[in-house]
């Protein structure tokens, strides 16, 4: 149905960011050192994993300066200069991590691991289960027509 075939590769990462202030003068330097904080803590704390930083972005976050970017999945060659390198090198494993100073600041950029299937057949995979889905809803409508409400199945049984 339109699946452009794009062997585009992807990978899930977790990455946390602090917003810079486009309004003050010294905006990138105070983004600077709230990131400077927050890697002094994700370093001095030596648990590397994928479950801390979710705790540190989540602790950032409720600071209101960190942008805690949680499960992306990441396709190649659609970020900012440095990720794809650093994402899809052949020694990367599950649990690396990195600095990277992109133009909009920095990020502190997790690994957590490839995906087996590219671009295209992910999206072909997204559309027919969508397809499915919708069927589904359509069918539970016309059964069901008090229990659907707003496109979202009730409880049905």
């Known amino acids: 149905q339109g699946v452009e075939k794009n062997d585009v590769p992807m990978a899930n990462v977790r990455y946390l960011t602090v917003e810079q202030e486009e309004d003050s003068a010294g905006g990138s330097q105070a983004a600077d050192q709230v990131f400077d904080a927050m890697l002094a803590e994700w370093?001095?704390?030596?648990?590397?994993?994928?479950?801390?930083?979710?705790?540190?972005?989540?602790?950032?976050?409720?600071?209101?300066?960190?942008?805690?970017?949680?499960?992306?999945?990441?396709?190649?060659?659609?970020?900012?200069?440095?990720?794809?390198?650093?994402?899809?090198?052949?020694?990367?494993?599950?649990?690396?991590?990195?600095?990277?100073?992109?133009?909009?600041?920095?990020?502190?950029?997790?690994?957590?691991?490839?995906?087996?299937?590219?671009?295209?057949?992910?999206?072909?995979?997204?559309?027919?289960l969508y397809e499915e889905y919708s069927a589904f809803l359509r069918v539970s409508y016309e059964i069901y027509p008090e229990k659907i409400v707003l496109g979202q199945v009730a409880d049905l049984y």
């Not at 950032?60 to 942008?67: C, K, L």
């Not at 794809?84 to 957590?112: C, H, K, Q, S």
Request: a negative charge.
């Open 43 to 128: 370093e001095q704390s030596g648990d590397h994993s994928e479950e801390a930083l979710m705790a540190l972005g989540e602790a950032w976050s409720d600071r209101g300066a960190v942008q805690n970017y949680l499960g992306e999945v990441y396709l190649g060659g659609v970020a900012l200069g440095g990720f794809d390198e650093w994402v899809f090198a052949p020694e990367r494993e599950a649990g690396d991590y990195t600095v990277l100073d992109t133009e909009f600041g920095r990020i502190l950029l997790y690994y957590i691991n490839q995906l087996d299937a590219p671009y295209w057949y992910a999206q072909a995979s997204y559309d027919l």
